[in-house]
């Protein structure tokens, strides 16, 4: 019995969304993006289950981000929950310009970075060696090639010739594709393919041309592309080899691209190995100079690696390729990117150019992004590519009887309209400070977060006797769906009024922040200073993909180059690597806003510990505004994921005259230069 005065206590009830049943959630969840799921299970600890139990972390990653290397790793180890976590993070990281690791990992007279593998080439002559590090991997070990015993093994007559030249063209699968050129003294030009950890020589082959040559290949096939056939018209046109890697074969079908316009890659071609698969694109369709009034399409195509035979190639149709009008205005062809990307989501292949233009008459230009949705028809009747047989059992690409020039001629038909999810406008010059090309070093976008991203030198006043580069990232949010539960289609005269967008305004953000000048911060002068090595002023090559960056920059009096690597993927690792304090991307003051409505207002900065929810205009639980920049990261160690891993890596030991083994990596032995973010 209660004793007098005593009162029941009144059960606490759970409020609003946690009071769900499982079921619903899940349902609720399905119309949610990775990065929306993350933020909601930080509102409290009832939603944890949200990023933290497995089944459930298993669903959602199978349905919004099968393909992603993530995803790949948790089908192996069981762990989707830490896959989702990871995935939420490297894009937050991303779009926000916050890596949570940077260092210097190496010193190079020459490199390439190609899906998360560093190639670079150290030159002490006579000696030279091939250093290969798996930076995706956070590998404690690299794979050193000494390249004169190497080349005298798979071309024994060069070992007469005192100077060669010697450079990477590819690596994928274990495989790695070199040029190799020497004098004896006509000039011979070699392609060397070999497995380093294998220490085998797959496949040579002596060059008739360099001409702007390219390899691909996956773990069954690799292709080699050159520019270099003359055309009866008088146009160089493109070439493709294949060699099939199982059977260690070069494969007897030559294929002649006759209707692939233009010789940049990367900025008016591409070409990729995506799944089984050989595709290539171009922005141009016509060798001629264009009319006053044309229409421009892509020209995209594809044919399965194992069978090269152009009857069973595939080619865009017109009405999907579909690319720009010409009265859209002028473009400004030094800033155009152009790839082929895959879908972390879907899987579909989207073509990503970057152009700016002076769009509608405009005096100010704009960088916009655009995406397109590659398809293809199945039947080959209904516009797929036709194949016609050459000489010498080669075969050539046509689009029916005729030119692809009949793509680019004078149309006075209406532009189709575009998707807004498909056109990211990014800085305009009438709004936005603009960074001129010369101070813009990496030119990127990412589209499983939708960012930009620019590796940019704004050094105050634009000295050319310091720099000072920084990551410089803008990226959209979509808005709530409106009542009539659509939104109009894009085009750009309606661009300009923000108002009738699907998207807010881009969030800009700067990484390192701005010193300020009346405080200092020994550990921010650390961060500058790698990312700026003093007496490092050379020109700067980069190079990124969706989750690190690396660049070179400068020279010494050896000739060597710094390789600086940033990586927004929270498992990433160095050896040696000091973990003080974070850093996040600092917002740009100058960034557009809406009238009237504060962008800040639903944040969740995952990392700081602060989450800022949306209610009315009010800030709820910390105002994301006063975020700081720089703090301190908790006494707590390092996740798991990050100090227990294993770093795999095949150990070869050095055996007298042999051309491959593995060494330590470099990057151990440059102390004090790798810094951690994460937490």
């Known amino acids: 019995m209660l004793e007098s005065g005593s009162q029941l206590a009144t059960p606490r009830r759970t409020p609003g969304l ?42 959602i990653i199978n349905a919004k981000a099968p393909h992603t290397a993530e995803a790949e790793e948790a089908e192996q180890s069981g762990r989707f929950s830490r896959a989702l976590r990871r995935v939420a993070k490297r894009r937050q990281a991303l779009s926000q310009a916050s890596p949570y690791v940077l260092g210097i990992v190496g010193l190079a007279d020459s490199y390439e970075y190609i899906r998360g593998m560093l190639c670079y080439i150290v030159e002490a002559r006579p000696k030279r060696w091939l250093r290969i590090l798996d930076l995706h991997g956070s590998a404690s070990h690299e794979l050193v090639i000494d390249i ?3 080349v005298r093994e798979a071309v024994p007559r060069s070992a007469k010739s005192r100077r060669y030249k010697f450079r990477v063209l590819y690596h994928a699968s274990g495989i790695t594709s070199c040029l190799f050129t020497f004098a004896l003294p006509n000039s011979e030009n070699w392609l060397l393919i070999f497995e380093a950890e294998k220490r085998e020589i797959v496949a040579k082959l002596q060059l008739e041309s360099t001409a702007k040559i390219f390899v691909r290949n996956n773990k069954d096939y690799l292709y080699f592309g050159t520019h270099s056939e003359e055309g009866a018209d008088g146009f160089r046109k493109w070439v493709l080899t294949g060699f099939s890697i199982h059977d260690r074969l070069w494969l007897p079908q030559k294929m002649h691209l006759a209707n692939v316009v233009g010789y940049d890659i990367g900025s008016t071609v591409c070409f990729e190995i995506i799944d089984d698969h050989f595709y290539g694109l171009s922005n141009q369709t016509d060798f001629e100079i264009r009319e006053t009034d044309w229409i421009s399409y892509y020209h995209c195509f594809r044919f399965p690696l194992d069978e090269p035979d152009y009857n069973k190639a595939q080619t865009m149709k017109k009405h999907d390729s579909w690319r720009r009008q010409h009265a859209e205005g002028p473009i400004d062809d030094r800033w155009g990117f152009l790839k082929l990307e895959k879908d972390e989501a879907s899987g579909e292949i989207r073509i990503v150019e970057s152009r700016k233009e002076w769009l509608a008459g405009q005096s100010g230009s704009r960088r916009t992004y655009y995406i397109t949705k590659v398809t293809f028809d199945a039947d080959p009747e209904g516009g797929g590519s036709r194949q016609t047989p050459t000489a010498e059992g080669n075969s050539t690409i046509r689009q029916s009887s005729r030119s692809i020039g009949y793509l680019d001629k004078p149309n006075n038909a209406a532009s189709p309209l575009r998707s807004p999810e498909y056109v990211h406008p990014g800085d305009d010059s009438s709004l936005t400070s603009m960074f001129t090309r010369s101070q813009t070093h ?13 590796l940019v030198d704004d050094a105050p006043g634009g000295s050319s006797d310091s720099r000072r580069l920084r990551l410089r990232t803008g990226y959209r949010k979509s808005k709530p769906i409106p009542s009539s539960g659509v939104f109009t289609a894009y085009n750009h005269e309606l661009g300009r009024d923000e108002h009738k967008q699907p998207y807010q305004p881009n969030e800009i953000y700067f990484w390192p922040p701005e010193r ?41 009096t050896n000739g060597l180059k710094v390789l600086v690597y940033l990586s927004f993927d929270p498992a990433a690792k160095l050896a040696g690597m000091i973990r003080d304090k974070y850093i996040l991307g600092e917002k740009d003051s100058s960034s557009r806003h809406y009238e009237g409505v504060d962008l800040n207002s639903y944040s969740v900065d995952a990392r700081a510990g602060r989450v800022a929810v949306h209610s009315g205009k009010t800030i709820v639980g910390g105002n994301s505004k006063g975020r700081k920049a720089i703090g301190d990261l908790p006494d707590h160690p390092l996740p798991s994921y990050i100090s227990d891993s294993p770093s795999t890596h095949t150990v070869l030991s050095h055996i007298e005259g042999g051309w491959a083994w593995t060494e330590k990596a470099m990057h151990h032995d440059l102390a004090g230069k790798n810094f951690s973010f994460a937490h």
């Open 442 to 454: 990496l030119r990127s976008y990412q589209l499983c977060c939708s960012t930009y991203l620019d």
């Open 148 to 150: 004169p015993i190497l």
């Open 18 to 59: 946690q009071r769900l049943p499982y079921e619903i959630m899940a349902y609720i969840v399905n119309h949610l993006d990775i990065d929306e799921i993350f933020d909601l299970s930080l509102c409290g600890r009832h939603f944890q289950y949200l990023v933290r139990e497995e089944s459930f972390c298993k669903a």
């Open 516 to 556: 300020e000048r009346s405080k200092q911060s020994p550990f921010l002068d650390k961060i500058y200073g790698i990312l700026n090595p003093p007496g490092y002023l050379g020109s700067v090559t980069a190079t990124s993909d969706e989750r690190s960056l690396v660049y070179a920059t400068g020279e010494d």
